[in-house]
């Protein structure tokens, strides 16, 4: 069964940083490309980071590049999001999610549908 399970979210003030974790199990997880995909309170998802299963390289939606790095640990399974720079405009649910095929094509962020796998989601809430 295929798990995808976030932490680290919390409350932050403007400026501060979080990390996010996502502990994956139940598949091959250096195989396949994962995203990072937001939700903000009120509005629909919004695809926020990418990284490739082999080459590790990463992709960022232009709200948050600079700001936020993505990596992975293939070794521990794991999915993580460095989230720094912090804005309110950053308050949303972060879920984790697995690429359906692999890795996608270049040329901008998989549609959503491609992703088969979700996490529950972690909350990041920033206000002062």
């Known amino acids: 069964e295929v798990q995808l399970v976030e932490s680290g979210g919390g409350l932050v003030q403007p400026g501060g940083s979080l990390r996010l974790s996502c502990a994956a199990s139940?598949?091959?997880?250096?195989?396949?490309?994962m995203s990072w995909v937001r939700q903000a309170p009120g509005k629909g998802l919004e695809w926020v980071s990418g990284?490739?299963?082999?080459?590790?390289?990463?992709t960022y939606a232009d709200s948050v590049k600079g700001r936020f790095t993505a990596s992975r640990d293939n070794a521990k399974n794991t999915l993580y999001l460095q989230l720094n720079s912090l804005k309110p405009e950053d308050t949303a649910v972060y879920y984790c999610?697995?690429?359906?095929?692999?890795?996608?094509?270049?040329?901008?962020?998989?549609?959503?549908?491609?992703?088969?796998?979700w996490g529950q989601g972690t909350q990041v809430t920033v206000s002062s």
């Open positions: 139940g598949f091959t997880f250096s195989s396949y490309a």
């Open positions: 990284i490739n299963s082999g080459d590790g390289s990463t």
């Open positions: 999610a697995k690429y359906a095929n692999g890795d996608p094509p270049s040329g901008g962020p998989p549609p959503l549908y491609k992703y088969d796998y």
